[in-house]
């Protein structure tokens, strides 16, 4: 079945360092692709996406290109910020029959920034 | 605003006492689902429902009941809680007709409720 692996955490920076998180995914067909973020004591907030590959998603500083030839999502900042703290969530949302709705998520990676 | 709603947002319950999380939302979605976080496991989905009336289950279903007898309400029914459905539970819902096929698939997530079952 269609599955997402995301790196474990958790991940600790200095503030201004560049940020990777790898995700990679197992998928029928054309899977969209997401990126949620979840701050401490919050809920999910979506953070990025990409519907096809090559599509780039981007906000607040981060991007991830959707690889289909690597069924890759990575997530990348140049620059974090402490408020950037919080566990990230790749995501996966097939796009075929009665599955259209569902998302299957990675574990999660918690990221720490500190000053 | 645009909102998906959980009630409560923190429970502690004992052991066989059955309880319901409700789940609203405003924005005429037909889809909506149930999660459940757990550390180190991420999100599993339990249940979920493509349109009034229509629920099917998800990854973990076991111990959990759902109706949809309105659009807008979604809610998780735990017959008798046991320890093991100690957790934390989200809420999501999302359109999935329209024009634009790049956006009909994000989902917006409710604030979580955290349950405790001793």
């Known amino acids: 079945g269609d599955s997402v692996t995301q790196m474990e955490g958790p991940v600790t920076l200095s503030e201004e360092a560049f940020l990777t998180i790898n995700c990679t995914y197992t998928?029928?067909?054309?899977?969209?692709l997401f990126w949620y973020v979840q701050y401490p004591g919050e809920g999910l907030q979506l953070l990025l996406k990409?519907?096809?590959?090559?599509d780039k998603g981007s906000n607040k500083g981060f991007e991830a290109t959707y690889r289909k030839e690597t069924t890759s999502f990575h997530l990348e900042k140049g620059s974090v910020q402490v408020s950037d703290s919080a566990v990230y969530f790749c995501?996966?949302?097939?796009?075929?029959?009665?599955?259209?709705?569902?998302?299957?998520f990675g574990k999660g990676t918690k990221l720490s920034v500190k000053p | 605003e645009a909102q998906v709603t959980q009630n409560p947002r923190y429970l502690i319950t004992v052991t066989g006492k059955k309880l319901t999380v409700t789940c609203s939302q405003n924005?005429?979605?037909?889809?909506m689902s149930w999660y459940r976080q757990d550390p180190g496991l991420g999100l599993r989905q339990i249940y979920y429902?493509?349109?009034?009336?229509?629920?099917d289950k998800g990854d973990v279903p076991e111990g959990y009941k759902v109706s949809r007898k309105e659009k807008r309400n979604f809610p998780l029914i735990l017959e008798s809680p046991s320890p093991n459905q100690t957790s934390l539970y989200f809420c999501?819902?999302?359109?999935?007709?329209?024009?634009?096929?790049?956006?009909?698939?994000?989902?917006?997530f409710g604030p979580g409720t955290r349950l405790t079952v001793l």
């Open positions: 990409a519907t096809k590959a090559d």
């Open positions: 995501a996966l949302s097939p796009n075929y029959g009665g599955s259209q709705g569902n998302l299957i």
């Open positions: 998928a029928t067909g054309y899977p969209s």
């Open positions: 924005m005429n979605h037909e889809y």
């Open positions: 429902s493509m349109n009034v009336e229509v629920t």
């Open positions: 999501a819902s999302k359109g999935i007709s329209g024009i634009d096929p790049s956006s009909y698939n994000e989902q917006f």
